[in-house]
C-alpha cells in the first residue's frame, strides 16, 4: 500500500469524478473512507484510486453497484471462477436488454412509417398508439 498523500478532491478528480460520488462510494462501502486524524485532512493512497477507477470501469461495462460490490469482495482460489459467473450473469442480462432493444427499435420504426403516411389534419398514430397504451 502507498502512502496516503490526497485529498479527496483530488482522489475525485484522479478517478473522473466529483467528490460526492467518492462520498457516496464509500456510504456503499465500496470505497473505504480513511480515518480523520485529529484536526486533519483524510488522505487517500494510489490504492484508493485504482479502487475508484475499479469501480467506474465496472459500471462503464453495466454492472451496478451491487455487483461491483460483489466483484470487490472476490477473493481466493476461486476468485476467477465467481468472477466468470458475475460476468456471465452480466452477459445474459445484455443480450436480454438487446433483445427487448430490438423489438422497441421496431415499434417505434412502424410508429414513424405510419406518421410518415397521414395526411395533415389526421389523427396522429403516434398519440393514439400512447393513448391506448395508457389505457391497456
Known amino acids: 500500500m502507498t502512502a ?11 478517478g473522473g469524478v466529483h467528490v460526492e460520488t467518492v462520498r457516496y462510494y464509500q456510504r456503499r462501502r465500496l470505497l473505504p473512507e480513511p480515518e480523520r486524524p ?7 493512497s494510489s490504492d484508493d484510486v485504482n479502487r475508484l477507477q475499479f469501480i467506474r470501469r465496472a459500471q462503464v461495462i453495466g454492472f451496478s453497484l451491487e455487483e461491483i460490490a460483489g466483484l470487490l469482495a472476490v477473493k481466493g482460489s476461486h ?27 421496431s415499434e417505434l420504426e412502424h410508429l414513424v412509417a405510419a406518421c410518415c403516411d397521414v395526411n395533415a389534419g389526421e389523427r ?9 397504451q395508457a389505457s391497456s
Not at 496516503?4 to 484522479?14: E, K, V
Not at 396522429?124 to 391506448?132: V, Y
Open 4 to 14: 496516503p498523500t490526497l485529498t479527496i478532491s483530488r482522489l475525485a478528480t484522479a
Open 38 to 44: 485529529q484536526g486533519g485532512i483524510r488522505r487517500y
Open 79 to 105: 476468485a476467477c471462477e465467481e468472477t466468470r459467473l458475475l460476468t456471465e450473469r452480466k452477459l445474459t442480462e445484455v443480450r436480454q436488454r438487446m433483445v427487448e432493444l430490438q423489438q422497441l427499435e
Open 124 to 132: 396522429c398514430p403516434t398519440l393514439d398508439h400512447l393513448g391506448q
